[in-house]
């Protein structure tokens, strides 16, 4: 298992680069001969994951009744396909009627955690390192956007 070392933190790494090599026949246009040569491949896939039935975490940890945890996963439950969204503090107060100061109060602390980072006032992504809904390659290109955000907002 690899460790990434951050500023804040170690963060276990969830791809890796995978190699294959297969054997393929080619035929040479002028001769007309049967070559076989090696093929190599590399990809860059996701590993080291676990399958988690979302919505019923979400009961779960929601049964606890801690409201920053609450705060929490209301934001986990209504992200994008890019880990976006699109709510101010107001609104978010008024689906999850639970005060404005500990929903402020529950972002900053997963900004500081780098499970979250705020684009703009209404917008935030979540970390597709932590949570991503899709493949290998859909997760890498929102993870190259959250890459470019964070390093515009340095």
Avoid: C
Avoid at 82 to 98: A, F, Q, R
Avoid at 99 to 123: P, Q
Wanted: charge should be neutral; avoid cysteine.
């Amino acid at each position: 298992m690899n460790i990434v070392k951050t500023k804040n933190k170690e963060l276990i790494v969830t791809s890796k680069l995978l190699k294959s090599v297969e054997v393929i026949e080619y035929i040479d246009k002028e001769s007309g001969e049967v070559e076989e040569m090696q093929h190599i491949t590399l990809q860059d896939k996701d590993f080291n994951f676990e399958k988690i039935w979302l919505m019923h975490l979400f009961q779960s940890l929601q049964a606890l009744g801690n409201k920053k945890l609450i705060v929490a996963l209301y934001l986990m439950s209504i992200r994008d396909k890019e880990n976006m969204i699109y709510k101010t503090y107001e609104e978010m107060e008024e689906e999850v009627l639970i005060s404005r100061g500990t929903i402020i109060a529950t972002v900053k602390i997963l900004e500081t955690e780098d499970f979250i980072k705020k684009i703009r006032n209404g917008k935030y992504q979540i970390n597709p390192n932590i949570i991503f809904k899709g493949d290998s390659k859909k997760r890498m290109n929102v993870m190259m956007t959250y890459e470019k955000e964070e390093k515009q907002n340095v």
